[in-house]
């Protein structure tokens, strides 16, 4: 007999939705379908495998097997077909399973009977959720039509299962965003909190993968797509002569929106029985499911093109936009897989925490959440299929761990951490206006760094003296277009009389590397850290650097002006950046505009080369800042974006501390002030050691001043540099161990 392959695949998805609808546990569910596909496919076996744990995948219903076996058998992520099948999310389809490499036999299911073997992954979003399986006795090779049945099978049991369709006892059939979850992620800005979940971009959720009427459904799918082609062409043309790479984005969306390969694929998948939005999602699935085994990075950017596609086709077939009408929680924790920075200011502090999936330590959003001092963790992998709005969550950005749903226990170990923080910072306030004095009588200067106007109340709140880093970089990030002078003269005229003759250091325009500005054509670099960036792109394109420093003069309007330049990496490039802030005082000189009452103007020391720099340059410097963050990574060669080497080497290494140390004695000689700026600034243990060596002046994030203050001025600085030289003598890696048994006897 022959068999249309379209109607029975119809048929099977007319059979399957009328099993969903029935009411039935679980357990009923799962053993009706593995019938009910085994008698479509006219196969002995039918097998659905999930996942009970990240690494094992569990029998869970069957037909033809042994029915002893289910719950019973289980197999590790890649061990034998059904686990290779989990583990690459690629079909096996063999005539001959026993002799096919990987093949595991399990005695107390029975299949040593069954020669043919076809196992499809069964996921949703490319997050693999189980596999499933079919066999026969005869040896045979399963037809196209007959994978693609099964595929589309899966993965409407995926959506079933999303919706919570095969709730059963055991943890393989446990009810899905309801266990407690822990990811382990990146810290990119320390800090503890706990809240309820908000997604940046809420799920859409399929209801109805199943057609009623495929030639309606191919309708509303060609409808959605004609509406989906009109906004990205409208998007178009309002860009047309914006940025390049915006516009190259843009020409990828209508690229895809008018593929037609894309379209008849989504239209195959309505007439062999899917739903409009299940046949989007099933092209999603299959384009995450490539994203995440494809190394090249332009590939990858296609497919995420293609997937935010995806997402806008879902919410215009469904009507489940942005807007979803939920109240966002009085503690919101943002959830994301990425953010930019204007949409991330958008939101301010209301944010308790933030945690993404992709994201790098020096991304725009991880430069925004330090500004606003809120805990971010990033890399934590499928946190936003995992996340439901209002979902209890905490957030150790110390550690870089979340806690998605957590138990009593953990919720309350953190509470205890929480509280211990916060009886810390009360007895911080304490000392708020006392001096960074330590035992031996040296007076510490402490900096807080800045970025945005929201960061100046600090300044009293902290008891910083003053604002030794204001990162002018995030009033250009946070734009689609490049500020204006008046904008930024502005501003700047702000941050000075919020700073109410505070110090301020405002540091030139710092982009390049991770921090490329939205509307300047990226440039493509094999090591970014290593390029164009700082003042190689401010003396490359004077114009803009020229802007700035005017901004920042007629922000002055008469007062003193302290000023800058980053990654300098020899005298030359000081003394080209030095000759544009003496043109730029001629210039607003001759236009009558008030001077600056004193101008201070200084270079970051962030490469091992400066510090070898000629004695004139030291002497004509007004001052120089360590930057610790980039110093470090490039002393020992070791990417701080690389996880693998970001945290292989201490700052309390001895041959960096010699380094250091070495800096501050030339400066000491020569008469250059010298300060230190980074992320260990804030440290207590490093501030404590890094003043015991003589930098003297230390810049941080504003919640680090006072334990950096407490320790300092619970120690003897003289006896802390004597530890730190007598542990060097001995000829071991680090001090940190001499020095914490130090403190530890001290404090």
């Not at 030639?215 to 309002?238: C, F, H, I, N």
């Not at 915006?246 to 008018?258: D, I, K």
């Not at 209301?350 to 500004?371: D, F, P, T």
């Amino acid at each position: 007999m022959t068999h249309d392959f379209e109607t029975d695949s119809r048929q099977m998805l007319g059979r399957l939705r009328s099993v969903m609808a029935e009411e039935a546990a679980g357990q009923q569910r799962l053993d009706r379908i593995t019938l009910l596909i085994a008698e479509e496919m006219r196969t002995e076996v039918c097998s659905i495998y999930l996942f009970r744990d990240e690494e094992t995948l569990e029998l869970c219903a069957t037909e033809g097997l042994n029915p002893q076996a289910v719950h019973e058998t289980r197999m590790r992520l890649g061990e034998g077909l059904v686990g290779r099948v989990a583990r690459t999310g690629a079909i096996i389809n063999t005539d001959d399973a026993p002799g096919t490499p990987g093949f595991r036999y399990m005695p107390e299911t029975g299949e040593e009977a069954y020669r043919a073997f076809l196992g499809v992954p069964i996921q949703r979003l490319g997050e693999m959720l189980g596999v499933l399986v079919v066999q026969s006795r005869e040896a045979r090779i399963y037809s196209d039509e007959e994978i693609y049945a099964l595929e589309v099978v899966a993965m409407v049991i995926a959506e079933m299962a999303e919706l919570g369709a095969f709730v059963g006892e055991g943890a393989a059939m446990s009810a899905r965003h309801q266990q407690a979850v822990l990811f382990r992620g990146t810290s990119a800005q320390e800090g503890a909190a706990q809240g309820h979940v908000w997604l940046h971009e809420p799920r859409v959720v399929v209801t109805n993968p199943i057609a009623d009427d495929p030639k309606r459904e191919l309708e509303r799918l060609r409808e959605a797509v004609d509406q989906l082609r009109v906004g990205v062409d409208r998007m178009l043309s309002t860009a047309v002569g914006g940025d390049k790479d915006q516009l190259q984005v843009l020409e990828a969306y209508r690229m895809f929106a008018n593929s037609k390969g894309w379209m008849r694929r989504m239209e195959e998948d309505i007439d062999r029985g899917l739903s409009a939005e299940a046949a989007v999602e099933k092209e999603q699935s299959t384009a995450r499911a490539r994203m995440s085994q494809v190394s090249d990075s332009y590939l990858r950017e296609r497919l995420h093109d293609l997937d935010d596609l995806s997402n806008r086709l879902l919410r215009i077939l469904t009507g489940q936009g942005n807007q979803t009408g939920a109240e966002m929680p009085a503690d919101p924790i943002l959830i994301a897989r990425n953010i930019g920075p204007a949409e991330l200011l958008d939101y301010g502090r209301s944010l308790k925490g933030i945690v993404l999936e992709e994201g790098s330590v020096g991304s725009h959003a991880a430069i925004v959440a330090r500004a606003l001092a809120i805990p971010l963790v990033i890399h934590a992998e499928r946190v936003t299929t995992e996340a439901l709005n209002g979902d209890k969550i905490l957030v150790d950005g110390d550690q870089g761990i979340v806690h998605l749903r957590p138990d009593d226990t953990v919720a309350s170990a953190f509470r205890d951490k929480m509280a211990m923080q916060a009886q810390a910072q009360e007895r911080y306030v304490s000392i708020r206006d006392k001096p960074a004095e330590t035992l031996c009588g040296t007076r510490v200067t402490l900096l807080m760094n800045a970025g945005l106007m929201a960061d100046l109340p600090s300044l009293d709140s902290s008891g910083a003296e003053g604002v030794g880093l204001f990162r002018t970089e995030l009033q250009f990030l946070v734009r689609n277009h490049m500020p204006k002078r008046a904008e930024l003269s502005g501003l700047y005229a702000r941050v000075m009389e919020a700073s109410k003759g505070k110090r301020v250091v405002f540091r030139t325009l710092d982009i390049g590397s991770d921090k490329v500005l939205p509307y300047m054509k990226a440039v493509n670099e094999p090591n970014p850290a290593l390029g164009w960036r700082a003042v190689r792109v401010g003396l490359d394109k004077p114009g803009v650097m020229r802007m700035q420093l005017q901004a920042l003069i007629r922000a002055a309007a008469g007062q003193p002006l302290t000023v800058m330049f980053p990654f300098v990496a020899q005298r030359e490039e000081y003394t080209a950046a030095k000759a544009e802030m003496d043109k730029a005082l001629e210039r607003e000189r001759i236009l009558g505009h008030p001077l600056p009452a004193s101008l201070e103007v200084g270079a970051m020391l962030e490469t091992p080369s400066l510090a070898f720099a000629p004695d004139s340059f030291y002497r004509e410097v007004d001052f120089l800042s360590i930057g610790g963050n980039d110093l470090k990574q490039f002393f020992f060669a070791a990417d701080r974006e690389n996880e693998l080497v970001r945290r292989r080497y201490d700052t309390l290494n001895v041959s960096f501390l010699t380094f250091l140390e070495s800096i501050v004695e030339r400066c000491k000689s020569l008469g250059t002030p010298l300060s230190f700026c980074g992320e260990d600034a804030g440290r207590p243990v490093e501030a404590a050691c890094l003043a015991a060596i003589g930098l003297h002046s230390l810049s941080m994030r504003p919640a680090s001043i006072g334990p950096v203050k407490s320790i300092l001025r619970r120690t003897d600085l003289t006896e802390l540099r004597r530890v730190i030289h007598e542990a060097r003598e001995t000829g071991t890696q680090s001090v940190r161990p001499a020095v914490m048994t130090y403190l530890r006897g001290k404090l």
